[in-house]
């Protein structure tokens, strides 16, 4: 397969996926009706940073694949984090588990710190890659608690 097309593929998997799970929560976003804590971003942000980071995520794990140096480890911490990340909107949204949504998130954090650490042993840039994503989920911590406290 030609580098393109894996980076290609790498890309569309988080997006894709990141999409499919847009559609299921569209029904059920009530972000615009919650009490909203201190430094909550408006609603408009959200699929424009989640695009960005899940290209991101794309491209850093395709650099690894087109260096065929990823292995199972990593593959397994890799979709791990994306079925976590998949379901946090689910039980946030769709069925309104927000405190359970708190600590399902600090799951993820540790899974992306996990991929960060493993990639950045393979490749300083694919690890490097994925920081704006550990950023972004640390700030989406502080949401969802502040969520759960402002709304309960």
């Known amino acids: 397969m030609s580098k393109i097309w894996i980076y290609i593929k790498s890309i569309l998997v988080p ?6 799970v847009g559609f299921i929560i569209s029904g059920s976003m009530d972000y615009t009706s919650l009490q909203k804590p201190f430094l909550a971003p408006p609603a408009i942000l959200f699929p424009i940073i989640w695009t960005i980071l899940y290209i991101l995520m794309g491209v850093s794990y395709g ?21 976590i990340n998949a379901l946090w909107s689910i039980f946030f949204f769709t069925l ?7 600590f399902w998130i600090l799951l993820l954090i540790v899974f992306v710190i996990s991929m960060i650490i493993e990639f950045y042993k393979k490749d300083k840039i694919a690890g490097l890659l994925q920081i704006p994503y550990l950023l972004w989920i640390l700030f989406a911590s502080y949401l969802n608690l502040s969520f759960y406290l402002l709304n309960r």
């Open 63 to 83: 650099r690894l694949k087109v260096k065929w140096i990823t292995d199972d480890k990593i593959n397994f911490i890799y979709y791990m984090q994306l079925a």
């Open 96 to 102: 309104k588990w927000r405190l359970f949504s708190f």
């Open 15 to 20: 997006v894709i996926i990141g999409g499919i």
